[in-house]
Each structure stands twice: as structure tokens, then as C-alpha cells.
């Protein structure tokens, strides 16, 4: 009897409990990457110039937007991208389609990702998306510019037989350097990582999973940023779990890094490699150098301090010396070469300003130094227009009138093109502003014959110069903002039309039973199709739409 009780399994008995499991930890494994790209993508919507924050990543991805805020910010580059509170599927359908189209320009390869799949939310879609990006813009990124393999320490030998395992990496336009060689990224930060803790402190890690559960590797890796933040001999006596805290409370806290993992994700039998990938992946974008930092980190940040008080500085003096100029008792002419040359000077430092307002860490947040530049910066540049406006009006006439038609005029041009909640208000805001613009462009000619014809005696050489390069340029641009609120226009009738037709098509997909319901769905069809002349609408805008397009990438436009 007791045997029979202990009678050994078949072969084939509880495979349901193995698929059980198995799906169980797919479905957390998907649930710790959701929360990982989650927080990552976040920690790079805040830079956007409309930072944006996603809390569902399969849902808030469905409209396109965050996607092409996502890829701006990661490539520099703008984006054409539709906006409004309610997208239509079709809107929608097309801001994905924009964020592909993009990677695939970057010869980046989608296997079996299409924009209808985002637009609905699909998990293993979205997330395979989420990790192309991440491996292309940030992993394949900053190992691709370190140093060639052999000069690091340690094998990685045990990446070679997963390296089959993954999805094939992208493919980048820029040759790839020695370190970093197409489809061994993942080697490549191992490697750098190996170079942080093992060759310097003894610790094995050989891979992107069970290496990093007891937290050790994360403390090691900010031990060789910041040595003073960490003592490897009290985590010896710590759980895996407090060991996790306290490494991503100190990455978080001191070395600026977004805390990207919880402890219960890593602290398991087999943690989720590309999450572990994208986390450590910050340390190597924020602290890329791999020589010997140690005492290092405290010398760089007093002389970025002290680059940041000269600048400072610098600025202060400038607004000083505007005031003293603008109330001083010089003539006309010699008030504008002051004029010149502070401008002159506010030029030559625009890059060294712009770069120092680069956001340090991933939180996008500035530093106060950061914020007292930016502060400084923006009150030198109001205060250089505000007295070239006043310079300007105490030209005799009609140059004084010129010059107040001339701000206007830029600050037109430097507007926001104005966009509606639908496609056709937007239509009707378009429509609006290119009548306007047509007004202005009869008085700019007026004004050009008028600048052509003024005499040296009646204004400083220099500023009538000036005036003609900035009427010039107004000139320049006009053009181009009209060509811009053409294609806008008919870009809106174009998507208007196929919005009506997504309705209909939904209206004529219902299944009737009655002959007469059937009737008056033809005779609706016929109505639409033959009595609204809906073909030969939608040709016409098509049409335009296809000629001013091509017209706008002929004069080389940005941010369509």
C-alpha cells in the first residue's frame, strides 16, 4: 500500500503546472519591463520642449505623441506629429507611423512591428519597440564611443551563447567603434561594466541577471564613480533587498541616476536582463569614463562651479553695462556701435551658454547655478531687444515706423503656426493666418522700396545695415511661413476628409436584415460618393497637398 502511494510520475504528468509557471513568469517579467521603459521613457519626456509624463505605457502610447516626443528628444531632430486631446484612430495611426518611419531612416530593423499593433496596446509589441529604442539611442549609443576591448579586463564569454538569443540590435548609419561592434553592445557594456567592478575590486559579474541580485554589482559600479558613498564591507551583512535600496536610493540621490528598478524586481531567481541592461546602461551615459575617477568627481565639479560663477559673472556685467550705455549722454551713432558690439559679444558666447544649460542628470531638472544662468541669459537678451527697439524709433521718419513694423514682423515669424482641436478649425485658423500674412507681405515690399531709398545721412551706416539683413531675412522667412500654412492647410482638408470617411465606413460596415435598411445604406453610399462629389474633393486636396509638400522640402524646412 505504501509503495503504491509513492508511485513515480509518467513522463507528461503536470505539464500544465510547467506552462503555468512558465506563463506566470513571462507575465512578470513583462510587468517589471512595463515599469522599467515606463520610467525611463519619463525620465526623457521631461526634456521635451512639452515635457509630458505617461503612466500606462501600452495605453499612452496608442495616440503617437509621446513616442515622437520621445525620439526628439533622443535624436535632436523634429517631427511632424498631430495633437489634440481626442485623436482619431486615423491621426493617430499616422503619428506612429511617423515615429517607424523615422527609425527605419535611422536603419534600425522592425521585425513584425507595425503601427496599427502600437495603436492598439499590444504588451509584447510595445515593449519590443520600447527596447529597440533603448538599444539604439542609449545602449548601442555610449558603448559604441569607448575604447576598444582590450583594453579591459575580464571575459564575457558567457554572452557568447545568448548572443543568438536576442533580437537582432539595429543598424546604426555611423560606423560602430572597435568597442562596441555592430550587435555586441550587450558585450560591450558588460565588458565596461567587468572593467568597474572586477578588475578593481575582485567581483565576478558575467552577466545582466542572477550577477546583480544581492545588489553587490550596483554599489561596486558606484564605488568606482564615487568611492566615499559606499563600504562594501557592511553589505556582506545586509539582505539582498536592502543591499538593492540603498544602491538605487545612492544613485538616485548623489550621481543623479533615475531610479529606474525596485529591489522585488531584481531580487529573483532569474531578474529581467534588459531591464538590469537599460538601468545600468545610466551609469555609463552620466559617468563614461573609464580611467581611474577616484578623487576625480569632487576636482570636476568645483571647476564646472567655477565655470558657472564667471559666467555668471559675466552676465551681471553685461546688464550692468547696458543700463550705464542706454542712459549715458552719447549721440545716436555712437550709442548704436555700443549697441553692436554688446551684441557682438552676447553671440560669441551663445554656444558656451547653451552648453552649460545641458541638463546634468536624466531628471531634466536644472542645478540653481543652471537656473540663475538661464535667468541672466534671457534677461541680456531682453534687455539687447528692448534697447535695438529703442535705438530704432529714434530714427527720423519713416525708418522709425520701419523699425517698429521690422519687431513685429519677427516676432510674427517666430510664433506659433496655431493649431485647432479638429481638423477643421485648424483649417480655419490656417486659412485665417495666411490672409494675414498676405497683408503683411504688400507692406513689407512698401518697406523694402522705402529702406533701398534711405540716405547714410539720415541713420548710422551700420544700423541701416542691419536693417536691411533683418528685412532680408524677414523676406526670407515670409516666404517659407507661407509655404508652411499652405501645406498645413491642405494637410488638414486631406486628413478631414479621410476623418469623415472612417465614419461612414464604420456606418456602412453594420451587418442589416431588412431589406429597406439596406436600401437606405445604398442610398446614403450613393449620396456621399455621387451628390457630395467626395472623390473628386479628396483628389483636389490630395493633389495640393502632394505640391505643396514637395514645395516645402525643396526650401529644406525644418519641423514640418
Same mark, same amino acid.
Given at each position: ?49 512639452? *515635457?509630458? !509624463?505617461?503612466?500606462? +505605457? ?5 495616440? @503617437?505623441?509621446?513616442?515622437? =516626443? %520621445? #525620439? ?97 540590435? *539595429?543598424? !546604426?548609419?555611423?560606423? +560602430? ?5 555592430? @550587435?555586441?553592445?550587450?558585450? =560591450? %557594456? #558588460? ?117 558657472? #560663477? ?251
Amino acid at each position: 500500500m505504501a509503495e503504491s502511494k509513492q508511485r513515480p510520475k509518467f513522463v507528461g504528468q503536470g505539464r500544465g503546472n510547467i506552462m503555468d509557471v512558465m506563463q506566470r513568469l513571462q507575465v512578470e517579467q513583462e510587468a517589471v519591463q512595463k515599469r522599467t521603459f515606463t520610467k525611463w521613457m519619463n525620465s526623457h519626456l521631461a526634456k521635451h520642449a512639452r *515635457p509630458l !509624463k505617461i503612466e500606462d +505605457l501600452f495605453k499612452d502610447l496608442r495616440d @503617437g505623441i509621446p513616442l515622437i =516626443a %520621445l #525620439l526628439e528628444v533622443l535624436s535632436g531632430q523634429k517631427l511632424s506629429c498631430e495633437h489634440g486631446r481626442r485623436l482619431s484612430r486615423i491621426h493617430a495611426l499616422a503619428n506612429i507611423g511617423t515615429a517607424l518611419k523615422f527609425l527605419e531612416s535611422q536603419r534600425i530593423k522592425l521585425v513584425n512591428i507595425n503601427a496599427s499593433d502600437i495603436a492598439d496596446g499590444k504588451p509584447s509589441i510595445v515593449l519590443g519597440l520600447t527596447w529597440i529604442i533603448i538599444l539604439y539611442f542609449q545602449i548601442e549609443e555610449l558603448t559604441n564611443n569607448l575604447p576598444a576591448i582590450s583594453s579591459f579586463s575580464g571575459s564575457s564569454s558567457s554572452l557568447d551563447s545568448q548572443a543568438g538569443s536576442e533580437a537582432s540590435p *539595429p543598424i !546604426k548609419k555611423r560606423p +560602430l567603434g572597435a568597442f562596441a561592434s555592430r @550587435g555586441n553592445a550587450k558585450k =560591450a %557594456l #558588460l565588458k565596461w561594466v567587468q572593467y568597474k567592478c572586477t578588475s578593481r575590486l575582485g567581483l565576478r559579474v558575467q552577466d545582466f541577471g542572477p550577477s546583480w541580485r544581492n545588489g553587490v554589482a550596483f554599489h561596486s559600479v558606484i564605488h568606482s564613480i564615487r568611492p566615499e558613498l559606499v563600504n562594501l564591507e557592511q553589505l556582506k551583512v545586509k539582505s539582498n533587498r536592502e543591499n538593492l535600496d540603498s544602491a538605487f536610493s545612492i544613485a538616485e540621490t548623489y550621481l543623479g541616476i533615475p531610479r529606474l528598478l525596485e529591489p522585488e524586481d531584481v531580487d529573483v531567481d532569474k531578474p529581467d536582463e534588459k531591464s538590469v541592461m537599460t538601468y545600468v546602461a545610466q551609469f555609463l551615459k552620466h559617468y563614461p569614463d573609464v580611467h581611474d575617477a577616484e578623487g576625480k568627481p569632487l576636482a570636476e565639479e568645483r571647476q564646472d562651479r567655477a565655470k558657472y #560663477l564667471e559666467c555668471l559673472s559675466w552676465l551681471d556685467q553685461m546688464n550692468k553695462d547696458i543700463m550705464t550705455a542706454q542712459s549715458s549722454p552719447q549721440s545716436h551713432q555712437e550709442k548704436y556701435q555700443g549697441f553692436r558690439s554688446k551684441r557682438i559679444a552676447q553671440e560669441s558666447q551663445r554656444n558656451n551658454v547653451l552648453l552649460m544649460l545641458q541638463p546634468i542628470d536624466a531628471s531634466g531638472k536644472m542645478t540653481p547655478e543652471q537656473a540663475a544662468i538661464k535667468q541672466g541669459w534671457e534677461q541680456l537678451s531682453a534687455r539687447l531687444l528692448e534697447w535695438q527697439a529703442h535705438l530704432d524709433k529714434a530714427l527720423p521718419a519713416p525708418l522709425g515706423a520701419l523699425s517698429i513694423w521690422l519687431v513685429q514682423a519677427e516676432n510674427t515669424l517666430t510664433g506659433e503656426v496655431p493649431i485647432g482641436r479638429s481638423d477643421e478649425e485648424t483649417i480655419k485658423l490656417v486659412q485665417a493666418e495666411l490672409e494675414t500674412h498676405m497683408e503683411f507681405c504688400y507692406e513689407m515690399d512698401e518697406h523694402q522700396r522705402m529702406l533701398a531709398g534711405a540716405s547714410v545721412s539720415s541713420a548710422p551706416s551700420e544700423q541701416l545695415e542691419d536693417m536691411r539683413e533683418r528685412l532680408m531675412k524677414v523676406s526670407t522667412s515670409s516666404k517659407q511661413h507661407i509655404t508652411k500654412l499652405e501645406y498645413l492647410k491642405y494637410k488638414h482638408q486631406v486628413l478631414a476628409l479621410l476623418a469623415v470617411v472612417e465614419i461612414k465606413l464604420r456606418d456602412w460596415s453594420i451587418k442589416y436584415g431588412r431589406k429597406d435598411s439596406v436600401l437606405a445604406l445604398l442610398q446614403d453610399y450613393m449620396n456621399f460618393i455621387d451628390g457630395s462629389k467626395f472623390l473628386e474633393q479628396y483628389d483636389t486636396a490630395f493633389d495640393n497637398l502632394k505640391k505643396r509638400t514637395q514645395e516645402y522640402l525643396k526650401m529644406d524646412i525644418t519641423g514640418i
